[in-house]
């Protein structure tokens, strides 16, 4: 029977207020025959979790409440329950990646391909281009003869390749030039020196080796052992007539001119009026203006 009172009186104790008031009735004494029965803090505990939901009157019972509902704390449903952060893969990234290195790759092996074809291009064009100057100069400007025999010893030996030209060319005193025509030598072209202008006055002194041009000798001079006439260097004196009078003084006709070659006593020249004579213009066939063969003569002739 005092059971059920205490059950009874533990279970009406809902509130702060009902707690209160039970223990003042438990400071009126044990022998205080209405006084209620000790309470049962196990019993209080034992209540329904509804219960404590509703009736947490006291900081105890707060403290109480998040105990049992942290034991209450599945950790791995509640995990399970974490909606996971979908990371998607890099590798179609990695891929398009490559694909575009790959691309501009192509396109520099292509241009690389291009530029090296367009240097051979260019340089078979630059060569072309040479070939074809060449061509043209050695047509119209330029051309190589050859030295025959020694009749322009000491400046000229026989077999010494020379280049020739024509361009905007007059011919004017010591020139060394090749002379064409069908009449002379048999149409071979011949390398002699011009010693009279149209319109001078040749006179040779066979006797003493001197030449005189509108009245007035040649200087004359030898210096390291070589004889130098006008200038330009001759093997010897002039002594040998051909078919010029000793003394005798010849006028150069107009656009024609006096050549003679610097071995003087032997040489086919124009002192031979039979064969060679006063050259007309249109007999020269150029200046001789460089030596490039043999090496050693290779350079500007004097």
């Known amino acids: ?11 009406s ?3 702060i207020d009902d707690i209160e008031e039970y223990m003042k009735k438990m400071q009126g004494g044990e022998d205080d025959p209405d006084a209620p029965p000790p ?14 939901e509703v009736k947490m009157d006291s900081i105890d019972d707060l403290e109480q409440y998040k105990k049992s509902i942290s034991s209450d704390f599945d950790e791995k449903k509640a995990m399970e329950a974490i909606t996971p952060i979908e990371v998607k893969s890099t590798r179609h990234i990695e891929l398009q990646k490559e694909a575009e290195q790959k691309a501009e790759q192509r ?5 690389s391909a291009h530029t090296a074809a367009g240097e051979v291009f260019d340089w078979l064009e630059s060569i072309l281009m040479a070939v074809l100057i060449i061509v043209l100069l050695f047509t119209f400007v330029v051309r190589v003869n050859t030295v025959d025999g020694e009749s322009m010893l000491p400046t000229l030996t026989g077999g010494q390749k020379l280049i020739v030209t024509d361009l905007f060319y007059t011919p004017s005193y010591n020139d060394v030039v090749i002379v064409q025509a069908p009449r002379l030598d048999g149409g071979k072209p011949i390398v002699k020196r011009v010693i009279g202008l149209p319109g001078d006055t040749i006179k040779i002194d066979f006797d003493n080796g001197v030449v005189y041009r509108n009245g007035e000798a040649l200087k004359t001079e030898t210096s390291g052992g070589k004889i130098y006439e006008d ?14 009078v000793n003394g005798q003084e010849y006028t150069v006709p107009e656009n024609s001119y ?14 031979l009026f039979s064969e060679i004579g006063f050259i007309d213009r ?20 004097q």
């Open 282 to 301: 249109k007999y020269i066939a150029g200046r001789a203006v460089f030596s490039i063969f043999p090496f050693n003569s290779f350079g500007f002739l």
């Open 13 to 15: 104790m809902d509130s």
């Open 231 to 244: 200038g330009h260097t001759i093997l010897d004196l002039t002594h040998r007539n051909l078919e010029m």
């Open 107 to 111: 396109i520099e092996n292509v241009k």
């Open 258 to 271: 006096f050549v003679m070659g610097d071995n003087r006593n032997n040489s086919k020249d124009s002192r």
């Open 1 to 11: 029977m005092q059971e059920e009172k205490d059950k009874k009186a533990q279970d």
């Open 39 to 52: 309470l049962d803090l196990g019993a209080l505990k034992r209540k329904p979790k509804q219960e404590e």
